[in-house]
């Protein structure tokens, strides 16, 4: 069982940059792909960004030369950069983890952004 903690929301403004960080328990934070998803009011969840075992990264385009998703496997540690920030970028961004040889998936609690002047 892995739990995800998540860290760093809050308020910004348009231009703003954040950092989520998105603690994992257990010992097997290295062989886990991690992603952020967010969910904004009225809408679906989405992928915004992952990060692979072995460092691969995808984003979605909206947000692609703003965010950046890293990892700490020594702090068993995800990490979201953002820059440039927008009022569209506002939602509930959740950590997500997948154990992919045993197709185990793990979520955070979530965490609000909101981007506003």
């Known amino acids: 069982q892995v739990q995800l903690v998540e860290s760093g929301g809050g308020l910004a403004e348009p231009g703003g940059s954040l950092r989520l960080s998105c603690v994992a328990s257990g010992d097997s934070f290295s062989h886990l792909g991690m992603g952020w998803y967010r969910q904004a009011p009225g809408k679906q969840r989405e992928l915004v960004t992952r990060?692979?075992?072995?460092?691969?990264?995808t984003y979605r385009d909206s947000v692609k030369g703003r965010f950046t998703i890293s990892r700490d496997n020594a702090e068993k540690t995800a990490y979201l950069q953002m820059h440039s920030l927008k009022p569209e970028d506002t939602a509930v961004y959740y950590c997500?983890?997948?154990?992919?040889?045993?197709?185990?998936?793990?979520w955070g609690q979530g965490i609000q952004v909101t981007v506003s002047s």
């Open positions: 990060i692979f075992a072995n460092g691969g990264t």
């Open positions: 997500h983890a997948r154990h992919y040889v045993f197709n185990l998936e793990y």
